[in-house]
């Protein structure tokens, strides 16, 4: 017993209906959990760069960069003191928006996007404490953590501590 031409084909017509249908679906699953991987990503790199500035292998002294955590494109990168030896690096996902934020949420994923404060580059001294004004490396005063936004997704918050 076979199936008719009639038969295979509203089969057929049914199943691509339900994939259409769930390509959203899909699309806010996939986005979601690439931020989560952003978000795991720069708290790891973070914890590197404390860690990094904390055992001070440059035996620095005041208020002296002991280490950075830098973007360039989808790299991020721990590097040691203000020279250029790169020491941790990971791959962030495509499609993500890294912004440095204060205390305040951003309201939504535009008002992330609109926002002029690109995450480049935050300085540790020797004690594990954010340099905002270094000269290398400077963030806000007020900018303390690391804002996660991918696509249409609500921003996702890293401390920088």
């Known amino acids: 017993m076979g199936f008719s031409l009639i038969e295979l084909m509203v089969t057929l017509a049914v199943m691509a209906v339900l994939a259409l249908a769930s390509m959203p679906f899909a699309r806010q699953w996939i986005d979601s959990n690439r931020q989560m991987q952003a978000r795991n990503l720069l708290w790891e790199t973070v914890s590197q760069t404390r860690a990094l500035a904390l055992r001070n292998p440059e035996h620095v002294t005041g208020s ?11 790299s ?5 003191g203000a020279g250029e030896d790169v020491l941790w690096q ?40 954010r340099l905002p004004a270094a000269a290398s490396c400077s ?10 936004g991918m696509n249409s997704q609500d921003p996702l ?5």
């Open 139 to 148: 963030s806000g005063a007020t900018h303390s953590r690391i804002a996660i």
């Open 64 to 74: 002296a960069i002991a280490a950075r955590l830098q973007q360039q494109g989808r």
């Open 157 to 161: 918050y890293v401390d920088l501590l």
């Open 76 to 80: 991020l990168q721990v590097l040691r």
């Open 90 to 129: 990971g791959e962030l996902p495509r499609g993500g928006d890294y912004r440095l934020a204060g205390a305040d949420d951003y309201a939504d994923a535009d008002a992330l996007q609109a926002s002029a404060d690109l995450l480049a580059c935050v300085a540790f001294d020797n004690r594990g404490q």
